[in-house]
């Protein structure tokens, strides 16, 4: 015999505290093995496009002063 036949495989799982019935021991063992099966960190969001940047639709505060009538009418 091998040692890997003489020792025994080791629990995927292990209970350290309470008594779980066979219903929750189930319903870990679905969550762990969802979530291992998910896979690493999630896809990071993309970035919106700037057509649904609603700050372009808040125009600048008006400036008073010299040439500010000019300024008021031209855009960004």
Sequence with gaps: MTDAESTPPQPL???VRGAP???ELAALTAVV???A???GEP???PTPSAWA???ALVRAPLRHGAGAWRA???PR
């Design 72 to 74: 008021s009418a031209k």
């Design 13 to 15: 799982l292990h209970v």
């Design 53 to 55: 940047d609603k700050a």
């Design 21 to 23: 019935d066979d219903v």
């Design 43 to 45: 896809e990071p969001e």
């Design 37 to 39: 099966a998910a896979g």
């Design 33 to 35: 093995a969802a979530a």
